[in-house]
């Protein structure tokens, strides 16, 4: 008798999430849709395969694990820092609105002050899954609306972390029984007292530890061993943290990420749990179509929208009010308040919690579920509006300022495409317009096209897969397309999109494996350069330089672009 629990969730979260996955983004919706309506098929509420729910959301908190520890790998103490000041703030105040809407809801239900107060704070805390996701994909996490949106972000976790220590000392108090005073303090010291002590146990000892224990393990050469000692860094502080000071399993795992910040290994640490991340990140959303029961869209409408309002409109508001109120632009508050429309891990725990304690009804669970769903299925649709949006307002304020010449000359002819302006690009960029190449660049970050238009040269603002954006780079009478962008699956959609729009074109592509040099060449690309291969003959040739082989030997043509 084989106990096979563990592999029917895996294979069946995967299949599943693969399959409508697929299925959305040929009806050009977003993938999470696809893997949220997977989680609805595997759960107990639909006929066929039913998943076991106690292992599928510890599958999902690996995910959650692995990406809030990838975000730390990019997110320094400096620039944690230097967020605090809207970030703290901004947060409780947030919080404390979102908690009030619900309340009053809870209150118009007829459900105790308690059950109003869990249900509010369930409310009021954002996914983290669905916002790094979301900032991951427009490459905004390095930003400072990025920096921005994690820093609230990790407040928000930390007053979750708060709530759920607190809760079961505030059982009794909630629930309208007599409580010990005396005993609430207390519990509120310690726990502040475990958060803090957390905090500088990772400043003193984990920032001198963990980037010293990766540097040694680098030093063996052992590819192997490298990512073992990623992966325990990442798992073994985040279930250290929970099991001795009592924080959560994603806060442990971001400062472990972040204290790894300072070795110089940090990014190929990153790129090692990329593969995981993805994977796992996956889980975390067929998790939460498991829990959801979809009757209560057909017992409970109005009380749905409610709560979908509050999430959607009210968070979004109350976060939008206070980041303009902070005094930071438009562009800014919006992103902001597009991140944190949506609840996710901490609202299923903390409504799990307060189940459980007997504070919150269940019609109260399954709501926050409903919100949760419908939120996480909005929320790509306002960062695609967002998007939009910022290409127009980018668009009008060029033309405000009165230059005489659009983003790209009218008269542009055999002319150079480069996508992504990052350190690769840029550098292209650079090398190409000393020999009085032209050129076009395209960048999804502000901050990268005014870079690039800073160096004298045409940029459009905006994501290179949108054919829109394509079109206003004139693909039809460019001679080259170059993408410097470190994502294979984006590029090779751009370079399928690039090939419809002038089939003559000669596209090469970045590439870091021979698995991505092949997905790009079968997507329509004319070449990709792999840099480690292009490193190695570089390195090969220096040493053929040398008095005692020059001339004797010759290295055959470099293999990295296919």
């Known amino acids: 008798m084989h106990h096979t629990s563990l592999i029917a969730i895996l294979v069946a979260g995967f299949v599943l999430a693969f399959i409508f996955g697929m299925i959305a983004q040929r009806l050009r919706l977003s993938p999470l849709v696809g893997y949220l309506i997977a989680g609805v098929i595997a759960g107990p509420f639909t006929p ?96 400072s609306k990025g920096r921005i949106a994690v820093g609230w972000l990790i407040v928000e976790d930390l007053a979750m972390v708060l709530a759920l220590v607190l809760l079961p000392a505030l059982a009794g108090l909630l629930k309208g029984e007599a409580g010990d005073s005396s005993q609430i303090w207390s519990q509120l010291f310690i726990t502040l007292a475990k958060v803090g002590a957390f905090v500088a146990f990772m400043l003193i000892v984990g920032r001198r530890v963990i980037p010293w224990i990766l540097e040694r393990v680098a030093g063996t050469g052992s ?24 924080v959560s399993f994603a806060l442990g795992a971001f400062f472990a990420g972040m204290m790894l910040n300072e070795s110089e290994f940090s990014h190929q640490a990153a790129n090692e749990t ?31 929208l409610a709560v979908f309002a509050i999430i959607v409109i009210g968070k979004s508001v109350a976060a939008y009010a206070l980041v303009r109120a902070f005094g930071k632009p438009n562009s800014t508050a919006l992103m902001i308040s597009a991140s944190l429309a949506q609840i996710g891990e901490f609202s299923f725990i903390l409504a799990g919690l307060g189940m459980d304690l007997e504070i919150l009804p ?25 998007d939009r949006k910022n290409a127009r307002e980018a668009a009008a304020a060029q033309e405000a300022r009165g230059e005489d010449a659009p983003p790209v000359p009218a008269d542009i002819d055999n002319h150079v495409i480069l996508i992504g302006y990052g350190r690769v ?32 040269l045409p940029a459009i603002l905006g994501n290179a897969v949108d054919p829109r954006v394509l079109r206003e780079a004139v693909p039809e009478r460019a001679t080259t397309a170059m993408l410097a962008i470190p994502q294979a699956l984006e590029a090779g959609e751009i370079i399928a999109r690039l090939r419809e729009l002038n089939p003559a074109l000669s596209i090469v592509a970045r590439a870091h494996s ?9 997507h329509g690309a004319d070449g990709a350069v792999m840099a480690e291969r292009e490193l190695a003959h570089s390195l090969a040739e220096m040493v053929l330089a040398a008095p005692v082989y020059r001339g004797e030997r010759q290295l055959p043509p470099s293999t990295a672009l296919a």
């Open 223 to 246: 590819r192997e061993l490298f990512t073992l000692c990623v992966l325990a860094i990442a798992l073994g502080v985040a279930f250290g943290s929970a099991e001795l000071f009592g």
């Open 425 to 456: 690009g840029s550098e292209l960029g650079r090398l190409l317009g000393e020999q009085k190449v032209p050129m076009v660049v395209i960048d999804g970050e502000e901050s990268l096209i005014a870079k690039a238009r800073a160096a004298g």
């Open 274 to 304: 990329l593969p995981l991340r993805e994977a796992f990140a996956v889980l975390f959303f067929v998790s939460v179509g498991m829990l959801f029961d979809p009757q209560i869209l057909l017992k409970e409408p109005l009380e749905v």
């Open 362 to 386: 269940k019609e109260g669970h399954d709501l926050i579920l409903a919100g949760a769903l419908l939120s996480i299925v909005v929320n790509p649709l306002l960062f695609a509006w967002l």
């Open 48 to 143: 066929g395969f039913v998943g076991d729910q106690t292992l599928a959301p510890q599958l999902a908190e690996i995910g959650v694990i692995l990406l809030m520890f990838g975000v730390g790998l990019h997110f320094s103490l400096g620039d944690l820092l230097e967020v605090k000041a809207i970030a703290l703030p901004g947060a409780i105040l947030q919080i404390a609105v979102a908690t009030a809407l619900g309340w009053g809801m809870a209150y118009y239900l007829g459900w105790s002050h308690g059950a109003g107060l869990v249900f509010g704070l369930a409310l009021s805390v954002a996914s983290t899954v669905v916002l790094l996701r979301a900032l991951e994909e427009r490459r905004l996490v390095e930003t």
């Open 514 to 522: 021979d698995n991505e040099v092949k997905h790009l060449i079968e």
